[in-house]
């Protein structure tokens, strides 16, 4: 199974571009990397997943290095609201097309004024 | 998320008894999934259900039941509660859309002290 390595913490001025990396050396060619974050004891949110391209959606960036074996997720104007634990999970292959998601301990971000 | 409820959102009960915290969802997928995350730790797979037909076993099933009554329900039983089920759970979903992708939904959690 595919395994990420996170920072445990990182710091972040408000207003500034936050940026997330993440280790997946394991990955294997056709696994998604997804990004999900938690804002204090809220449910996990979805942030962005990619595949090999990099990808841009209304709330970050991923970009993924091009052997795959990391990436980094760009918040591009932190927010205070934006404080929360950041995912990197690789997806875990069941069987088939068919997958799960396995969470480790993440990034705690923190925002400051 | 609005269309992932989990009922209770909070629950205190005493070691050994039976207890099922339960989940509904309005988004139309046929997929769910129940996690339970302790202080400081990220979240654990329990069970998933891929339809009303298909469970599984996640990483920490043991002590724990699952039962799928229809495709909008999920529920999780502990059939005898004790201390260290102490946590906060979620149930998520998520709709098998296009080829690997799993984006998933998940509700406001449940948390439950067992004394």
């Known amino acids: 199974d595919a395994k990420t390595t996170q920072p445990t913490s990182m710091d972040c001025a408000e207003g500034r571009a936050a940026n997330l990396p993440c280790n997946h050396s394991?990955?294997?060619?056709?696994?998604?990397v997804y990004w999900y974050r938690q804002i204090h004891s809220q449910g996990p949110q979805y942030i962005i997943h990619?595949?090999?391209n990099n990808e841009t959606n209304e709330m970050a960036s991923l970009i993924i290095t091009e052997d795959r074996k990391s990436s980094t997720l760009i918040l591009p104007h932190a927010t205070l609201r934006d404080t929360a634990v950041y995912y990197c999970?690789?997806?875990?292959?069941?069987?088939?097309?068919?997958?799960?998601?396995?969470f480790g301990q993440g990034t705690t971000l923190q925002v400051k004024p | 998320d609005a269309d992932v409820t989990q009922t209770p959102r909070n629950r205190i009960t005493k070691t050994g008894k039976r207890i099922m915290l339960e989940c509904s969802q309005t988004?139309?997928?046929?997929?769910m999934y129940w996690y339970r995350q302790d202080p400081g730790l990220g979240l654990r797979l329990i069970y998933y259900?891929?339809?009303?037909?298909?469970?599984n076993k996640g990483e920490i099933s043991d002590g724990y039941s699952v039962s799928r009554q229809a495709q909008a329900k999920f529920s999780l039983s502990l059939e005898s509660a004790i201390p260290n089920q102490t946590a906060l759970y979620f149930c998520?979903?998520?709709?098998?859309?296009?080829?690997?992708?799993?984006?998933?939904?998940f509700g406001p959690g449940t948390r439950l002290l067992v004394l």
């Open positions: 998520a979903t998520s709709d098998w859309t296009s080829g690997r992708t799993e984006t998933q939904y």
């Open positions: 394991t990955i294997s060619g056709n696994e998604y």
């Open positions: 990619g595949l090999k």
């Open positions: 999970i690789v997806r875990v292959r069941v069987s088939g097309n068919t997958g799960k998601l396995i």
């Open positions: 988004k139309g997928h046929d997929r």
């Open positions: 259900s891929f339809d009303v037909k298909d469970i």
